[in-house]
């Protein structure tokens, strides 16, 4: 099934900055997964859309070679899919599920980003594995995902070692953040990610 989007009230936030909506969509949980039940064969993933904050318009302009117009016209669209294991763990298992949330989030960002560009909007996403942009590829600059969701959404980070990880305030650090970019008008750009959602819906 794909379940309508849900706007919640950004739940969240604890400050007392505007609460940006966050929406959640049930995408396939995996391709291979023919023995999944109905429950447990999709997986959740929310979004939420906001301009580019001044805090990280300069990586910006580093990472997309963007001019200081377009920079201040960025949207950034933060993902988080919950996973069925603690990603801070090793093993196949965590393995098994880093490749499936990659797979999903990488056909989520194709479609959405087909969509702006066959209107003539400049968009882009990131290889969560390099931290690389997948669409500009002039760049080797990495983006920050944690930075990104501690500044936009206002989540709580942890050190592991020499890796900085999400908390996520409801899946703790079973969470897998990507995110997307794009130059366009809000109302394209939620139009192109409901697309998305859509097109990988049961059909």
């Known amino acids: 099934f794909y379940y309508p989007e849900k706007l919640l009230t950004g739940h969240q936030m604890s400050s007392s900055k505007p609460k940006p909506d966050v929406v959640v969509v049930g995408l396939p949980s995996s391709s291979n997964n023919t023995n999944s039940s109905e429950s447990s064969a999709f997986a959740e993933l929310e979004y939420s859309v906001h301009a580019c904050p001044k805090k990280h318009k300069s990586e910006a302009q580093a990472m997309f070679n963007l001019s200081d117009d377009d920079v201040g016209k960025l949207i950034i669209v933060p993902t988080c899919q919950k996973t069925t294991v603690n990603i801070i ?11 499936a949330c990659l797979e999903r989030f990488v056909k989520f960002a194709e479609i959405a980003t087909d969509v702006l560009r066959e209107k003539h909007f400049w968009c882009d ?12 590829k002039e760049s080797q600059r990495v983006y920050g995902e944690v930075d990104a969701l501690v500044t936009l959404l206002n989540y709580e980070c942890t050190n592991v070692g020499c890796c900085k990880i999400v908390m996520h305030p409801k899946w703790g650090s079973s ?3 990507a995110s997307l970019f794009a130059i366009a008008p809000e109302e394209e750009v939620r139009s192109a990610l409901r697309i998305a959602a859509e097109k990988m819906g049961p059909r």
Do not use: F
């Not at 763990?89 to 490749?99: A, L, N, S, Y």
């Open 125 to 136: 996403y990131i290889d969560p594995c390099s931290g690389l942009a997948m669409i500009h």
């Open 175 to 177: 969470v897998y953040p």
């Open 89 to 99: 763990k090793t093993g196949e298992k965590v393995d098994e599920e880093k490749d």
